[in-house]
């Protein structure tokens, strides 16, 4: 079991700046893919950006150009900067460790942290 625990959440006003930390428990971090999603109030749970073990990187179209995603290994963490901060990026973010292992899917979540944008 692999416990995750974000941080960095908070108010920050239109174009403004905030980096989430993600750290896992445990030693496998660095095998398992790693991911942030977003949840607004009445909208369903959305992909911002994934890194898999392996460095490849994908983003939401919303967030391309202004959200960075990282991780260290050494370190069992993954990191969003957010850049230019828009109203809509307002969520509860949570951290996501995955990875499919012998046919059988370890998937795992943080409890979130609340992200709020005011124009």
């Known amino acids: 079991q692999v416990q995750l625990v974000e941080s960095g959440g908070g108010l920050a006003q239109a174009g403004g700046s905030l980096k989430l930390s993600c750290v896992a428990s445990?030693?496998?971090?660095?095998?398992?893919?790693a991911g942030w999603y977003r949840q607004a109030p009445g909208k369903q749970r959305e992909l911002v950006a994934r890194?898999?073990?392996?460095?490849?990187?994908n983003y939401a179209d919303s967030v391309k150009g202004r959200f960075t995603i990282s991780r260290d290994n050494a370190k069992s963490t993954v990191y969003l900067e957010m850049n230019n901060l828009k109203p809509d990026d307002t969520a509860v973010y949570y951290c996501?460790?995955?990875?499919?292992?012998?046919?059988?899917?370890?998937?795992?979540w943080g409890q979130g942290t609340q992200v709020t944008v005011s124009s």
């Open positions: 890194i898999t073990s392996g460095s490849t990187i």
């Open positions: 996501n460790a995955f990875r499919m292992l012998l046919g059988k899917a370890f998937d795992f």
């Open positions: 445990g030693s496998t971090f660095p095998i398992l893919d």
